[in-house]
């Protein structure tokens, strides 16, 4: 085995080297710099053939390629990007984008080391983080909540479902290959097989059924460590292990009955029987009585009233997916529990023939025109709580008519992005829901009318399409509002705010259902109401006096008022000095200033001129101090 590649060192003179993550026993994957995006970080996996005699480096090329094509394929938001393969000095290597994140895996161990007073583990080599990753209080017991790990399954099943479809079987779940993102805390499926699966090519090059040596024990199902066979279904073992690792905090070992070989994992959990029914299932020891797909978990939880809507899964253009015949597991329902492999469309067909072509692009582009015609009219009415959709019919037997103008041509997709606009109504306490379908060059951008402090809740239920929420001065609303499937805040002041929706990389179309929710703003907590006289003073701040300081005795039988002159656009600031007292600030006219009512300090700009009234008020008698100034 080669020895790792020094720190510092610069490869295809662009990826400069930091240190090792993760060492393996067929990989290692560096930290590097990508010098060409501006010194970004990215993770460097260098592939290490396997020494046996049938290994060359040719061989290792053309596998690794194969292999690499499958992962630029992958196109989701829970998977770390694929960037390039290169070769130097007879060395493999692939990069793929870096997840800053806490795995799972140590996620636990923070738990078990805050339940024993001790200092957390250090983060995964995989993805490390410079703060905390914001989750629930850590229980009594030193593990995960079944909030939290109903939570991963949501929102990794619907990964699992993705990559099935695409021919793809993870092969190593465990909590260590899961990464919770630290920027928006949704969980990241890392490791994928695919190298491991290159290894296996070469070690066994003449094996007719693909087998796999992958797998940690204790957490690959029976079939893939005897056997080496895997399906969906032994990513959906491996993931339920992991749950129930998370919800006890024990190793699988300590969890299995050794006589009977069953899974003995209930009495070290708190968990609901609906939840341990559905992961129960999923460690089924023959792979036929499992779930035979993620999609069969989702929907056993949605029956289950733990989860919101399906989303549809999207398969990556210009593959095709089948089921593998070899090695279904017996007694799998309709072929489910078989790897699905990619396979690309072949044979003898109409498309052979350029006839055929010319009339459906014919066709394809009247309905083109008359899509576009349907999508814009829809996108730009007005809001009623009902979406209209006018629908085409076209009989598939029938062919156009032939007409006097000239027929249209089938055109590409606009290389430039269409962008459209929709204006909602969405009132506070009310629920509005929102569904479409997004080509992959459109954006939309939903328009909402919010308030200060008003509490926006935005939640897509498809995973092919992402939201960014941006404030009515165009930006970010928060660091947690860019391209992400739900998001939660307070708007920071009054104005139009606009949820983005566009698709995910590498999807011709996705269908979406967003939904939204916006709740009023809280009721500020009542001041002290004053119930006796006022003692009215007059305050002079002249021009150059850095500030005053106003001390006196107030009570609720006689209150201190201070009349306060200012121009407008002046900053007027008020804090209270060692005291319980409250201060309340009304504006010229007598009416309360924004926030401005029972508190101990105020600071802002004036809007208008005239004498602003400054109330001291106490439940009891109080001697007070209270710093004020007015400054251009």
Known sequence: MEPPIASGTILQNRYHLLRVLDQGEFNRTYLVEDQGRFNEPCALKEFIPPQTETNNLDKSRQLFQQEAGILYKIEHPQIPQFRATFEEEGRLFLVRDYVEGKTYGDLLEQRKALLNQSEPLSSHPDGEV????????????????????????????PVLDYIHSQGIIHRDITPDNIIMRETDSIPVLINLGVVQELATRLQLPDTPTPTTSIGKSGYAPREQIQTGQVYPSSDLYSLAVTCIVLLTGKEPEELVDDTNLTWNWRPSARVSDELAEILNRM?????????????????????????????????????????????????????????????????????????????IATGLAVL?????????????????????????????????SPTPTPTPSASPIPSKPQIYSQRLQLAAGKTLSKSRNLKANHTINYIIQGKQDQTLKAYLSDEGVLMTVLGPDGKLVDNRAKRVRQWEGKFPFTGNYTVQLSPVKGLPNSDYQLGLRLTEAPLPKPSPKPTGEYEIKRVNLLQGTKGLRLVGRTSPQKIQRYLVKAKQGQQLKLEVIESDVALTIRYPNGKLVEKASGVQRWQGKLPIAGEYIVDVIAKQERNFAVDISLTD
């Open 130 to 157: 410079q703060s905390p990753v914001p989750l629930a209080s850590p229980t009594k017991l030193g593990v995960l909540s079944e909030t939290e790990v109903r939570q991963l399954l949501q929102q990794s099943l």
């Open 368 to 400: 083109a025109g008359i899509g576009s015609w349907v999508w814009v009219s829809n996108v730009n009415q007005q809001d009623t709580g009902k979406s209209p959709s006018p629908k085409v019919s076209v009989s598939p037997s029938s062919s156009p």
């Open 283 to 359: 460690l089924s020891y023959q792979p036929s009585d499992r779930y035979q797909s993620a999609r069969e978990v989702l929907y056993a939880f949605q029956a289950s009233g733990l989860t919101p809507q399906l989303p549809k899964r999207k398969p990556i253009p210009g593959t095709t997916v089948a089921s593998a015949q070899r090695g279904t597991p017996r007694g799998a329902r309709g072929g489910e529990g078989s790897e699905p492999v990619m396979s690309q469309a072949t044979g003898n067909s109409i498309w052979n023939s350029p006839w055929p072509l010319l009339g």
